[in-house]
């Protein structure tokens, strides 16, 4: 029973560069969400995607960029990390007929 | 409780006591609310949610009290243990529970700190 499994668990990179952080899911849900957490902050929205092709923007979208070819995955991509996107990184994932979110164990992110 | 800059509300209880965490709620239309609860490293874990038609709902050792009135929220945890202790957040749904796109929108307040005392 994975359930929602994200990868890297850690990863530190430098300004610049390009990072991509997956997401995979076994459920089959139909939306799946990608979060920031920061202190201070609590957890933002960053994108958000209702099916397979179809993906939108949240409260914090700037600076990311998401795909979702297959139901099951849902990567995050920084296309030039900088320091402020140094956060922990959170992907959920719903079903269409329920409210709550699911929550995989996220993605802490170092960049330098 | 709200939480002011970095800082967030603490519990702190006696392993076998029980606890009682507290959310305000911004939005009088909210038809949903899901109390989650994060451990140190982890992410949130659904814990147990209440539609805005109930006022209670119980789970196993929790028991969720909604008043739509003062828009207040609880979370009841009976017989703390230590594993009980993390960050507890409350949500709520603005927008159609059944939906996850631009009509629905999860708002999560600044969560509880419960510490459980051996």
């Known amino acids: 029973d994975a359930g929602i499994t994200q990868s890297p668990r850690y990863k530190i990179t430098e300004t610049g560069r390009q990072v991509t952080l997956m997401c995979h899911q076994t459920w089959s849900h139909s939306y799946m969400f990608w979060y920031r957490q920061d202190l201070g902050h609590g957890l933002r929205l960053i994108y958000y995607s209702a099916a397979a092709d179809i993906t939108d923007k949240g409260e914090v979208p700037d600076g990311y960029v998401v795909s979702r070819s297959k139901t099951e995955n849902f990567p995050l991509t920084l296309e030039s990390a900088t320091r402020s996107q140094t956060s922990v990184y959170f992907c959920?994932?719903?079903?269409?007929?329920?409210?709550?979110?699911?929550f995989g164990p996220g993605t802490r992110l170092l960049v330098l | 409780g709200e939480s002011v800059g970095l800082h967030l509300p603490t519990l702190s209880v006696q392993e076998g006591d029980n606890s009682i965490i507290n959310c305000a709620y911004s939005n009088s239309a909210s038809d949903y609310f899901i109390w989650y609860k994060q451990e140190s490293g982890k992410g949130p874990q659904f814990i147990i949610d209440?539609?805005?038609?109930?006022d209670k709902r119980q789970g196993q050792r929790v028991t969720v009290l909604l008043n739509k009135t003062v828009k207040h929220l609880s979370l009841q945890i009976a017989a703390t243990q230590p594993g009980d202790s993390a960050v507890y957040f409350c949500?709520?749904?603005?927008?159609?529970?059944?939906?996850?796109?631009?009509?629905?929108?999860?708002?999560f307040g600044k969560g509880t700190l419960l510490t459980v005392n051996p």
């Open positions: 949500a709520e749904i603005q927008g159609k529970v059944n939906s996850g796109g631009s009509n629905y929108k999860l708002t």
């Open positions: 209440i539609r805005s038609n109930m």
């Open positions: 959920a994932s719903k079903v269409i007929a329920g409210g709550a979110q699911y």
